[in-house]
Each structure stands twice: as C-alpha cells, then as structure tokens.
C-alpha cells in the first residue's frame, strides 16, 4: 500500500513517515500544494494525508482538483484547523477523514487502516496460496492456520508476491512497493528482506528467476 503525505513542517513530516513506514507502508512526501498536484497526477496512491495550511496552493484547493479530476483515493485532513466549519469544508471537499494536530500516531495508523479497508465500500480480499493465507485489511498471516508474525517489510513483500502470484516481480519494482522516495534502498536490502521472508514460510515458498526477480512457487 502506498501512501502520499502532504506536510509543509519538516518535524512533523519526518514523524509521520517513520511511523507509517514502521508500519509497513511505502511512503511519499509532497513539501507544498503544487507539488502534491504533480504526484496526485501519477494515480499510484491507495491514500492520502494532507495538510490543509500549504505553500503555493492550499489544502482545500488540493483536494478540490484531486476529486474533480476523478482521483478516488481516500484522504485523510491532518490540520491545527480545528474549528467546525473548518471540518465542514474538509469533507464536504472530499476528505474521508479529519484529525486535528497533535495527533496520536497510533491513531492515525489505525484510521488509515480502517479507510483501507472500506475503500470504495468493499472489504479487501484475503488471499490465499498453497499453505498461506494473508489478510491485508487485519493485516495477519497464517501458514497451516497458524499465525505468522512478520515484520512490516516481510508483510508487504509477501503481499506483493500474493497479490500477483505468478508474476515475476524485479528488484526495482519490488523496492518501490516496500519503500517512498527518499529513503536509502541498499544494494542486497530486498535480497535480505527475501531471505528473511524464506526463513518463516519456507524457503520453497519463494523462487528466484534468475537475472529476472522473484515470485511464489507455483501452486498444483
């Protein structure tokens, strides 16, 4: 799942995005409006989080265009915007949902997992391949019927490969699955991720193309 963040304060900013990174999401940053425009226009992004006090182009504006030119991905309104009329013209534009600064970045992981989930009003599939089965919207896995804990980055490495699961996936398109701009991708890191992900279901589970990428073994 990949996440656009809208935040002209650098503090703030960098706290979102490690916590929604910590939680397994690969995550943008727009710094002003104009340059939120640009990457709404790349219609990659399963949601949003948008201030609404910008440079060159406010919030609201954002959002206005964003819905107008047929983006349907859900937004949530971080804003010190707290008065009712405010909110009012937030989800009147658009806006899923409005959370008032300082927010609890627990509390916001939880909202942008329960948008994710009654995104465009039908529950995510789970899927399920050979022995294991994965849930994106409860966010678990289970081999056998029994749970398996992963980490944030082997969770959404595995949902990449079950999403599609006879497709080889490359490095390239695998690190920009688990990653956002910006942030430090080392040469052997999906290698690693790979090998991590082998340990727990198996090391048959994940198969290398050779000078290709990777996919799931092929089920029957």
Same mark, same amino acid.
Request: overall charge negative; charged content about 25%.
């Given at each position: 799942?990949?996440?656009?963040?809208?935040?002209?304060d650098d503090m703030i900013a960098e706290t979102v995005l490690g916590a929604m990174r910590r939680?397994?999401?690969?995550?943008?940053?727009?710094? @002003?409006?104009? =340059?939120? /425009?640009?990457? *709404?226009?790349?219609?990659?992004?399963? !949601? #949003?989080?948008?201030?609404?006090? +910008?440079?060159?182009?406010?919030g609201i504006?954002?959002?206005?265009?964003?819905?107008?030119?047929?983006g349907d991905a859900p937004v949530i309104i971080l804003t010190a915007r707290d008065a009712v009329d405010e909110r009012i013209r937030?989800?009147?534009?658009?806006?899923d949902d409005y959370l008032i600064k300082p927010f609890d970045l627990d509390e916001l992981a939880a909202r942008v997992r329960a948008l994710s989930r009654r995104r465009t009003g039908q529950k995510?599939?789970?899927?399920?391949?050979?022995?294991?089965?994965? @849930?994106?919207? =409860?966010? /678990?896995?289970? *081999?056998?019927?029994?749970?398996?804990? !992963? #980490?944030?980055?082997?969770?959404? +490495?595995l949902q990449a490969l079950i999403e599609q699961p006879t497709r080889v996936f490359t490095k390239a398109e695998l690190e920009e699955k688990l990653y956002g701009w910006g942030e430090e991708v080392g040469s052997n890191t999906i290698e690693v991720h790979v090998?991590?992900?082998?340990?727990?279901?198996?090391?048959?589970?994940?198969?290398?193309?050779?000078?290709?990428?990777?996919?799931?073994?092929?089920c029957g």
């Open positions: 799942m990949r996440l656009l963040l809208v935040e002209d939680a397994g999401y690969a995550i943008d940053w727009a710094e @002003d409006g104009r =340059a939120a /425009e640009l990457s *709404l226009g790349n219609g990659v992004y399963d !949601l #949003v989080l948008l201030d609404l006090g +910008l440079p060159k182009k406010d504006e954002v959002l206005n265009a964003y819905r107008k030119n047929g937030g989800l009147d534009a658009g806006a995510q599939p789970v899927y399920t391949h050979a022995e294991l089965t994965l @849930d994106p919207a =409860a966010h /678990e896995v289970t *081999l056998n019927g029994a749970a398996l804990p !992963l #980490v944030p980055r082997e969770f959404a +490495l090998h991590s992900l082998r340990r727990k279901i198996g090391a048959e589970q994940v198969v290398t193309v050779r000078g290709v990428g990777y996919r799931l073994k092929r």
